[in-house]
């Protein structure tokens, strides 16, 4: 209703209606919401709330070849919460405790050797000026690799940032935190060939999962052929590559 007014009425103050309205228009985005992140009590913020419901209104309005930027007092959504609450990848990824996160991070960070904080630097640097890089970090065992990783990815994550954090073995992964196997995260072929790629489709949840990603922590990398790292890179670079998504 509140699409069509828009649309076909003229309505002389759309923000004003939007203000006086939102909560009606909201009554139907907490519950599939719930149901979607599978917490029956989750309680959404009202800013959450407003932002999914304009989600909503502009999908609608699209439909019709319209878009709320039409209508300059009316709020925007935030495209970046939009896309990441669509994605339950990327909600799993983003739901941890911020602020446990953060504690634990100055702690580890405050007790880094002087060859991890080194590497620790020049990987935060690579990713807070977009650089890109492959960091390759070997040491023998008990020389701190797990502790560095934990630093990296408890900084990231407190700042909701996506780190994907896997490795070679089922058991190297159950050390890290939100760790996966790479065949699993990845879906990396079981059978690897030298022109392999991961079974990851443009406009699927895992592709926009891997295109967020600021990170890929990948431990015990030299037990796994590498072939799978070229099947993964394969797939990344098509996957980041826009003028290949039809989805779009
Ligand atoms: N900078 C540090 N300050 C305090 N403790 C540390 C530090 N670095 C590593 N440790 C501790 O040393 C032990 C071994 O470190 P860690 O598990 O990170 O090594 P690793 O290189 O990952 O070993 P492996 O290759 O066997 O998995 C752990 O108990 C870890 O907490």
Same mark, same amino acid.
């Given at each position: 209703?509140?699409?069509?007014? @828009?649309?076909?009425?003229?309505? $002389? =103050?759309?923000?004003?209606?939007?203000?006086?309205?939102?909560?009606?228009?909201?009554?139907?985005?907490?519950?599939?919401?719930?149901?979607?992140?599978?917490?029956?009590?989750? %309680?959404?913020?009202?800013?959450?709330?407003?932002?999914? $419901?304009?989600?909503?209104?502009?999908?609608?309005?699209?439909?019709?070849?319209? $878009?709320?930027?039409?209508?300059?007092?009316?709020?925007?959504?935030?495209?970046?919460?939009?896309?990441?609450?669509?994605?339950?990848?990327?909600?799993? %990824? @983003?739901?941890?405790?911020?602020?446990?996160?953060?504690?634990?991070?100055?702690?580890?960070? =405050?007790?880094?050797?002087?060859?991890?904080?080194?590497?620790?630097?020049?990987?935060?640097?690579?990713?807070?000026?977009?650089?890109?890089?492959?960091?390759?970090?070997?040491?023998?065992?008990?020389?701190?690799?797990?502790?560095?990783?934990?630093?990296?990815?408890?900084?990231?994550?407190?700042?909701?940032?996506?780190? @994907?954090?896997?490795?070679?073995?089922?058991?190297?992964?159950?050390?890290?935190?939100?760790?996966?196997?790479?065949?699993?995260?990845?879906?990396?072929?079981? $059978?690897?060939?030298?022109?392999?790629?991961?079974?990851?489709?443009?406009?699927?949840?895992?592709?926009?999962?891997?295109?967020?990603?600021?990170?890929?922590?990948?431990?015990?990398?030299?037990?796994?052929?590498?072939?799978?790292?070229?099947?993964? %890179?394969?797939?990344?670079?098509? @996957?980041?590559?826009?003028?290949?998504?039809?989805?779009?």
């Amino acid at each position: 209703m509140f699409v069509i007014m @828009l649309i076909f009425c003229e309505v $002389t =103050n759309p923000k004003k209606l939007w203000e006086k309205n939102w909560s009606l228009l909201a009554e139907g985005i907490q519950h599939p919401e719930r149901k979607r992140r599978h917490n029956l009590h989750l %309680e959404l913020t009202e800013a959450q709330l407003k932002n999914l $419901t304009l989600v909503d209104i502009e999908e609608l309005m699209k439909r019709s070849g319209r $878009t709320l930027a039409e209508f300059p007092s009316m709020p925007i959504p935030e495209k970046e919460k939009e896309y990441a609450y669509k994605n339950k990848l990327i909600d799993e %990824e @983003l739901d941890y405790d911020k602020e446990k996160l953060r504690t634990q991070h100055i702690s580890l960070k =405050n007790g880094l050797n002087s060859v991890q904080r080194e590497i620790f630097d020049a990987v935060s640097q690579s990713i807070e000026q977009g650089n890109g890089g492959l960091f390759f970090v070997h040491g023998s065992g008990g020389t701190g690799k797990t502790y560095l990783w934990n630093t990296i990815i408890t900084g990231l994550r407190a700042k909701s940032k996506v780190v @994907l954090a896997v490795a070679s073995s089922g058991i190297a992964s159950l050390l890290l935190p939100g760790g996966r196997t790479a065949h699993s995260r990845f879906k990396i072929p079981i $059978t690897l060939e030298d022109n392999s790629t991961c079974d990851v489709s443009h406009g699927t949840q895992l592709a926009g999962l891997i295109c967020k990603a600021k990170i890929i922590i990948w431990d015990e990398a030299p037990m796994i052929h590498r072939h799978a790292f070229e099947a993964l %890179e394969r797939t990344v670079r098509d @996957l980041m590559n826009p003028s290949k998504d039809k989805t779009k």
